[in-house]
């Protein structure tokens, strides 16, 4: 489907950041909060969004 598997594994954390994101703009005011709400700590979040070179930003609350 993407031709690749490479490109699968990028295409599936570019879905999560768009998910976490959503999260953080619409429910939750913090990172802290989503990770509990989520079952997951924050580190778990953090490394799976610095896979494709993303790092939370606490000010605005979204990874950039």
Do not use: P
Request: proline share 0%; glycine share 4%.
């Amino acid at each position: 489907c993407f031709g690749s598997s490479k490109a699968w594994f990028k295409a599936s954390f570019v879905m999560l950041l768009s998910f976490v994101n959503m999260k953080l703009r619409d429910e939750f005011s913090s990172l802290d909060e989503l990770a509990a709400a989520c079952s997951a700590t924050v580190q778990e979040i953090k490394d799976a969004l610095g896979k494709i070179n993303y790092e939370y930003n606490e000010a605005q609350n979204q990874f950039k």
